[in-house]
């Protein structure tokens, strides 16, 4: 009876242990176990004010792409190491190729960005506005608001998002 007792005490421990771990660290062994895409993101494009529908065929780097009911793009990449990733646009009907670039501080970082993209080809300018959201390392959504307004005067336009 006394090593039958010493088990369950055993077990017990063990029981309260595993969960005390999963209520501590749920949010973080969530993240880290994550298996689906860690940068997922919307863009809408408009040029001189009216909207722009990007050609899915256009959307380079990314690992699935589809145009929603509103005609923005929607995009998703795997982005499971660290390192930088780019999701190509095209031209977006301007002489420029538009790239949205992330950059993984962590593997374990999910990204979740929306925006919209103005492209005003008289002033030679894209503003881009909305917010891209990241997890911290304890498993808590960092949200950021972006509002930028680039001229492209370069080869390419890059428009960073995430923890660049």
Not at 108 to 130: A, F, H, M, P, Q
Request: glycine share 8%; aromatic share 10%; proline share 1%.
């Amino acid at each position: 009876m006394n090593k039958r007792k010493g088990i369950l005490i055993t077990l017990a421990v063990i029981i309260i242990c595993i969960l005390a771990a999963v209520l501590l660290f749920g949010g973080q062994l969530r993240w880290r176990m994550y298996t689906g895409d860690r940068i997922k993101g919307t863009v809408c494009v408009y040029i001189d004010g009216a909207q722009y529908t990007v050609d899915p065929a256009d959307v380079k780097q990314a690992d699935s792409v589809r145009i929603n009911d509103s005609g923005a793009v929607e995009y998703s990449l795997k982005a499971d190491e660290y390192g930088a990733y780019t999701v190509g646009l095209g031209k977006c009907g301007t002489e420029k190729d538009i790239y949205l670039k992330y950059h993984q501080f962590n593997w374990w970082n999910v990204y979740r960005s929306d925006i919209t993209l103005n492209i005003d080809i008289k002033e030679n300018t894209v503003t881009c506005k909305g917010y891209s959201t990241s997890l911290d390392e304890w498993g808590h959504t960092v949200r950021t608001d972006i509002d930028k307004t680039l001229t492209m005067v370069e080869e390419n336009v890059f428009i960073f998002l995430g923890s660049v």
